[in-house]
DNA sequence: ATCATAAGCTAATTTGAATTAGCTGTCAAG
DNA sequence: CTTGACAGCTAATTCAAATTAGCTTATGAT
């Protein structure tokens, strides 16, 4: 029992997430897994049911992280706590490692593009998307920057104002990224200045 | 002479939007045109070709805007004056203006929603999207905050951060309409809260 | 008037990719 | 040892979609 069927829907996935769904034939899926087309068909039923697979995948793994978030509580709040104790410093280092870490990372790299291209034909997709990469990070900050203006650590603004201004530019450069991997150095040092400069936008006034 | 060339274009740009080249059938495209799919091949000599030409259409109507903006000198600083002169609301009405205008305009969305679901497969259209919805936007507006801080009428901060700040979540905030236009209400709220924010936020203090 | 061209149609034809048929070797259970 | 399920292969088969052939009609120029 060779692990085949996971290997066929990670190079399914890679393939998807490079040219989408249609551009890709079923042989260059075996191709890649080194086996001959028919042989596929031995694991799935058909192409449809390796989407499928791919589909039911993501969500659950996403399902499942999302519960790890959650599972000390609300973790937002303990973010929060390391965000207002951090130093500015400590605050870039975080929020630069995660936004290499996505930006690196095979499967979650290839999950965004593949929802990228095929949002328009699967509302599924555009559901999920929306909410790994829009509603769900937001929520998550804007809790967060709620407890640190309640707390006195920044100025007290509308929360969801601020998780946007504060995510957004990271989701804009990540698509970029996702484009031009050529284009990290520069994006990552924008990006450095970007949360130096929230930070001390939003910092409570010392002077 | 009816348009038929031009409806031809217009009718495949749609369906490309929508369900991306590979899905869209030149029967459909005929369809939608209102012919029979043969009869699209006295027009074009192939389906790549139409996509050739929505291509070069796409490219030159973006060049013709783009000298029309610089036309009369560098206008970010017009806009910069207009910009510092301005009550908040006059720039929320503005800034939200454009928003829906670029939302809701079929030709710019049906070129943008193409150009997302495509980017991967084809190198050109990921630099026109690159260039037509982040770098291009961010350059203007840099030189527009630039300005308005070396004026005195905002806070020196570095000016490509704030366009950063400024722009990523209207463009976040598009995308997410592009997705889910039944979204279009709650997000345009948001966006106004965003502008008021941000003009808030980097207001030369009064204090 | 006539002819060339443009723009449409229906009925092939071609092509390319998914899927099915049917064979083979491996290996674990009985 | 042998049997059956498993996982692979090659060689069909099927099917859908792009493209071509060849006919028709309208129209504008000679």
Chains 1, 2 share one sequence.
Request: contains cysteine; aromatic residues 10%.
């Amino acid at each position: 029992m060779g692990g085949t069927k996971k290997k066929i829907l990670d190079a399914a996935l890679a393939l998807f997430a490079e040219r989408g769904y249609a551009n890709v034939y079923v042989a260059q899926i075996a191709d890649a897994v080194g086996i001959k087309a028919p042989s596929l068909y031995k694991h799935y039923k058909s192409k449809q049911e390796i989407f499928g697979a791919i589909l039911a995948e993501l969500k659950s793994s996403y399902d499942r992280q999302a519960a790890a978030l959650r599972m000390n509580g609300n973790d937002a709040m303990a973010d929060a706590r390391m965000f207002s104790a951090a130093s500015e410093e400590e605050l870039v280092k975080t929020g630069m490692g995660l936004f290499t870490f996505f930006l690196h990372d095979d499967y979650a790299r290839n999950c965004r593009r593949m929802m990228t291209v095929e949002q328009f034909r699967d509302p599924e997709l555009a559901q999920l998307l929306s909410r790994q990469y829009a509603d769900d990070p937001l929520a998550y900050q804007s809790a967060m920057f709620a407890y640190l203006g309640s707390t006195g650590a920044l100025r007290q603004y509308d929360p969801d104002v601020m998780a946007l201004q504060f995510y957004a530019p990271i989701h804009m450069l990540l698509s970029l990224c996702d484009r031009h991997p050529e284009r990290e150095g520069e994006v990552t040092a924008l990006l450095e200045k970007h949360i130096r400069q929230f930070s001390s936008i939003y910092a409570k006034e010392v002077r």
